[in-house]
């Protein structure tokens, strides 16, 4: 089956630490993408970044960056420097092909994030 | 910018009614998707759309319906509200290519079915 899971309901950080949110995925097909998003408060769903599944690099954008070790099928999202603006829900998300060719993305259930003064 | 407006923020409704949600898309996107959002089970896929007219079920499509008529709008239909369709809907459209093109979201219906 492909899936998508964060195992980690919350998390409370202190500021300026670097925080690690945990994704793990399963899927048979070669070619897969993967996604975070943030979610504040507010409700709106921010994109953060994405890593091919053939991607030589792991991405990186700004103080976000993409842990991806394929063998394990992880991509967690890696946080530096934590600000306090960083508290919100964050997703994970797999690019995927449906049984009819077209491209959809299914979610995890999201992460928690706290960060403390 | 994309823009991705849905037409209502919050929206009661009563069991039974016929419910449309609105989406509206300004980047002339290819796909279309609405997700619900729950506490705990994240973002699930209710429909997307690859292309006008051109629709495919997601995960969870049971008690609903959707419309593509035109490139810019997709709708999603409940056709007898229930209760447990109470719920933050999210509409969302991406380029058809490249592969990997992110989502765009608008800022959500909270539907509740009373």
């Known amino acids: 089956a492909q899936k998508i899971t964060q195992t980690q309901p919350g998390m409370f950080v202190q500021e300026k630490e670097a925080v690690t949110l945990d994704c793990t995925y399963d899927t048979s097909d070669p070619s897969y993408g993967l996604f975070w998003y943030k979610q504040p408060s507010s409700g709106e769903m921010i994109f953060l970044i994405y890593?091919?599944?053939?991607?030589?690099q792991n991405a990186t954008e700004g103080r976000y960056s993409l842990n991806f070790q394929k063998a394990r099928k992880s991509a967690n999202l890696v946080i530096s420097a934590s600000q306090l603006g960083d508290s919100a829900m964050y997703f994970c998300a797999m690019r995927l092909i449906s049984n009819f060719g077209n491209e959809k993305l299914t979610f995890g259930t999201g992460t928690r994030l706290t960060i403390i003064p | 910018d994309v823009k991705v407006t849905q037409s209502s923020r919050y929206l009661v409704k009563r069991t039974g009614e016929k419910v449309f949600l609105e989406c509206v898309q300004d980047m002339d996107h290819e796909n279309m998707f609405w997700y619900r959002q729950d506490p705990g089970l994240g973002l699930r896929l209710i429909y997307f759309s690859y292309d006008v007219k051109m629709k495919e079920k997601g995960d969870i499509p049971e008690g609903y319906s959707v419309s593509r008529e035109k490139k810019e709008r997709f709708s999603l239909i409940l056709e007898s509200a229930s209760t447990n369709q109470t719920s933050m809907y999210l509409c969302?459209?991406?380029?058809?290519?490249?592969?990997?093109?992110?989502?765009?979201f608008g800022n959500g219906t909270r539907l509740t079915v009373t």
């Open positions: 890593q091919g599944s053939y991607d030589q």
């Open positions: 969302a459209s991406s380029l058809g290519s490249p592969r990997g093109s992110p989502l765009h």
